[in-house]
């Protein structure tokens, strides 16, 4: 993968043939899956804004902390001028964080796949920071896209926040901070957020509030599958399920389905046994000596740490 590879523009067309194949395909293997990136949609994006706003989902709250107390060490790491690339941008909370620390910055670019929040997000952006070059990107962050020509020279810090790279199994999450690297250059700079291994009982609460917000999130990709592949998912015969798996360091998320049924999706007939689940997420816990390890292995050197104890953002430089 390289920089010279493909630039889709802001309104690149939704995926939707990459959807039908990826759903059919993960729901007629064995065990069933559903990739986690098909929760954004715009009610799964608003959805994954109100569990950051959980009593019981603390790492949108600690990373926040971490970042307000820690933004000049990490804003003086940043080149002048450089471009803020972020992956996963949803809300855009954490970056304005960032942006108001490094006055250096003078250029951000949110990527996430979720057009119409990322949309919705940057008019707010706009308003409140109207200096500031903005330059949205629709895409898939695991495929090739290139950063516009016009912010091209400019030195490029990344972005990671949210422990989104924790939804990768390892192997993938090494391969795409090799991607990262690519896309950003040699010597660029990246912070990436990671949650870290902690007691059960958080964990599990964490994907089990009581309010019941996590299940809509994850009931929603069936919202989802219905609605944009003509499925006729009974969505009150799939219960949400969240568990932490400790010999793996993962929470694990499946939509389990609650009897025998038959469900059509695009025209394909699925059948579920009883307790039959759709493993929808997993989301990977490190130590801060395991991310660094994952890092080092992908030619990241890792540069800081900064961390309460419940979650760590990591300063890395790409070598060259
Ligand atoms: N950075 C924010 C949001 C994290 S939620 C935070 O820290 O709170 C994960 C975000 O990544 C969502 O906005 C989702 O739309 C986006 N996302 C997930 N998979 C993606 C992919 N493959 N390509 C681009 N964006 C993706
Ligand atoms: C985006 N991602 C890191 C979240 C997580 O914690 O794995 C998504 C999420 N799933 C359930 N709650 C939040």
Same mark, same amino acid.
């Given at each position: 993968?390289?920089?010279?590879?493909?630039?889709?523009?802001?309104?690149?067309?939704?995926?939707?043939?990459?959807?039908?194949?990826?759903? %059919?395909?993960? @729901?007629?293997?064995?065990?069933?899956?559903?990739?986690?990136?098909?929760?954004?949609?715009?009610?799964?994006?608003?959805?994954?804004?109100?569990?950051?706003? @959980?009593?019981?989902?603390?790492?949108?709250?600690?990373? $926040?902390?971490? %970042?307000?107390?820690?933004?000049?060490?990490?804003?003086?790491?940043?080149?002048?001028?450089?471009?803020?690339?972020?992956?996963?941008?949803?809300?855009?909370?954490?970056?304005?964080?960032? #942006?108001?620390?490094?006055?250096?910055?003078?250029?951000?670019?949110?990527?996430?796949?979720?057009?119409?929040? @990322?949309?919705?997000? @940057?008019?707010? %952006?706009?308003?409140?920071?109207?200096?500031?070059?903005?330059?949205?990107?629709?895409?898939?962050?695991?495929?090739?896209?290139?950063?516009?020509?016009?912010?091209?020279?400019?030195?490029?810090?990344?972005?990671?926040?949210?422990?989104?790279?924790?939804?990768?199994?390892?192997?993938?999450?090494?391969?795409? #901070? +090799?991607?990262?690297?690519?896309? %950003?250059?040699?010597?660029?700079? #990246? $912070?990436?957020?990671?949650?870290? $291994?902690?007691?059960?009982?958080?964990?599990?609460?964490?994907?089990?509030?009581?309010?019941?917000?996590?299940?809509?999130?994850?009931?929603?990709?069936?919202?989802?599958?219905? +609605?944009?592949?003509?499925?006729?998912?009974?969505?009150?015969?799939?219960?949400?399920?969240?568990?932490?798996?400790?010999?793996?360091? +993962? $929470?694990?998320?499946?939509?389990?389905?609650?009897?025998?049924?038959?469900?059509?999706?695009?025209?394909?007939?699925?059948?579920?046994?009883?307790?039959?689940?759709?493993?929808?997420?997993?989301?990977?816990?490190?130590?801060?000596?395991?991310?660094?390890?994952?890092?080092?292995?992908?030619?990241?050197?890792?540069?800081?740490?900064?961390?309460?104890?419940?979650?760590?953002?990591?300063?890395?430089?790409?070598?060259?």
């Amino acid at each position: 993968m390289n920089v010279s590879s493909v630039f889709r523009a802001f309104h690149s067309p939704p995926a939707h043939d990459d959807f039908a194949a990826d759903v %059919l395909t993960g @729901l007629t293997a064995s065990p069933k899956t559903v990739s986690p990136k098909y929760f954004y949609d715009l009610a799964g994006s608003a959805l994954f804004e109100r569990i950051t706003r @959980l009593s019981e989902y603390y790492p949108t709250r600690a990373e $926040i902390g971490i %970042l307000q107390d820690n933004a000049p060490a990490i804003a003086s790491m940043f080149p002048p001028s450089s471009a803020l690339i972020e992956f996963g941008s949803g809300s855009s909370r954490k970056a304005r964080i960032l #942006l108001s620390a490094a006055a250096t910055i003078g250029a951000y670019v949110p990527v996430d796949i979720s057009g119409d929040f @990322l949309q919705q997000d @940057l008019r707010e %952006l706009r308003r409140d920071l109207p200096h500031l070059l903005v330059h949205p990107l629709v895409e898939d962050f695991t495929r090739p896209f290139e950063i516009p020509a016009r912010l091209a020279a400019l030195p490029r810090v990344g972005f990671f926040p949210g422990s989104t790279i924790g939804n990768f199994e390892p192997c993938d999450a090494a391969s795409f #901070l +090799r991607h990262i690297g690519t896309v %950003l250059g040699s010597g660029a700079l #990246l $912070i990436v957020g990671i949650d870290l $291994i902690k007691d059960e009982t958080t964990l599990n609460h964490a994907y089990n509030d009581t309010e019941g917000v996590t299940a809509k999130f994850n009931l929603n990709l069936l919202v989802r599958i219905n +609605r944009e592949l003509d499925a006729d998912f009974d969505l009150t015969a799939f219960e949400h399920k969240a568990f932490f798996n400790r010999k793996l360091h +993962r $929470i694990e998320m499946h939509l389990v389905s609650t009897r025998r049924q038959t469900v059509h999706v695009n025209g394909a007939t699925i059948e579920f046994d009883d307790s039959e689940s759709i493993h929808t997420e997993n989301s990977y816990k490190y130590t801060v000596q395991s991310f660094q390890a994952l890092a080092r292995g992908s030619g990241w050197s890792p540069m800081r740490v900064f961390t309460d104890g419940l979650f760590c953002v990591h300063a890395l430089r790409m070598a060259g």
